[in-house]
C-alpha cells in the first residue's frame, strides 16, 4: 500500500545562528610552564593564542541553553515553536537522560524530539544534515541544533599534546523551512581503523595502586597529534571537493569557509588543497577559541557573521572532523539578518 504524503514539499536553510564563549579568556602564558613550553611554539604549531574555559559552576548545558536562546530569538521564534532539539557534544558527563532533553526542559520546550549526538568535531555537521532532512521530508519544522562542548573538564594539563588546544563554548543554530535550497547534500563518512587516534581514556589505564586516587579516574581527552594531522590534510580535502560538487557548485560559488576549528595549519592547508580562490573568506576562530570540537563550526560562524555582515545569505562550506576518525560537511546558506 502507497503511503500518501500530504506534506507540501519543501526544502530547508539555516535560519539563525547563535553562540556562548565563557567569560574566562585563558592565554597561553597560562599554560606553558607545566609542559615546558612557549606561547611561540603553541601560536607556530596551532595558530591558538587564547582559549575560553567555562568555571566550574558552568555547565556544557548552561552554556547551551545560552546559545540556544540567542539562535531562537535571531529566528523570529519563541522556544515553543521548537519541534526537535538535537545536541552534538562529547562532553555532557552523564549517559542518560539526554543534554537535549535538559536544554529542552530549560527552554520550557514541551513535547519536543530531543536527542544527542556524540560524533566529536563533525557532530555539528551530522546534525545540520540530519535536521535539514527532518525538515524537507515533513517530521520537522523548526529544528534547534546545539553543538556545545566544556573540554576544560576532560583535559590533562600535563599533557602536551591536548593541554593548550582546546576550549569551551556554544553555539546554536535553527534550521526550519526554504522556499528554495539552501542546505547541500551533506557528505559524511569515516576511518574506523584510526578511530583511537583521538580517544576519551579514563585515568586508571595507567592506575597505580597507593598513588592513584579515586579522583583521578576520570577520563581525560588523548591525541595522536601526528596522525590526526596527516589524515585531515591529506583526506578532509578530498570530503572538501566532494561536498562542492554534490551541491552542483565550483569552488568559485563559495563565499566563505568554515572548517572545524582544529588547527590553522589544517585550515591553511585545505583552503589550498580545495583550490578555493582568495575571494573566499576563511573562518579562523581557532585564534581566540581554541578547538571547541561539536561547537567549532557554529561558534565560528557566529564570529565571522560578526565581523563581515556581508555574508548573510552567502554560501559557505563547512567541514567536520575528529574523533573517530569521522567526517561530514555540506554547503549552506548562511542565515539572513537577523530578525531581532
Known sequence: MAIINNIPARDSRILSVGAHR????VPNSELIDR???SDEWIRQRTGIETRHWAGPEET??????AASKIAIKRAGLVPQDIDTVIFATITYPYQTPSASTEVAARLEIKNAAAFDIGAACAGFSYSVGLASDMVRSGSATNVLVIGGEKISDFLDLDDRGTSFIFGDGAGAVVVGPSDHVAIGPTVMGSDVQNREAIAMLPSWIDFKPGVNSAETMWPVLHQEGQKVFRWAVYEIAKVGKEIIAKSGL???DIDAFIPH???ERIIESLTKSMELPDSVIVARDIRTTGNTSAASIPLAMDALLAEHPELHGKNALLIGFGAGLVYA???VELPPVPKN
Request: hydrophobic residues 50%.
Open 35 to 37: 609542559i615546558d613550553s
Open 329 to 331: 560537511g555540506q554547503v
Open 261 to 263: 576549528q582544529a588547527n
Open 22 to 25: 565563557p567569560a574566562r579568556v
Open 250 to 252: 565550483t569552488p568559485m
Open 60 to 65: 556544557v548545558v548552561d552554556m547551551a541553553v
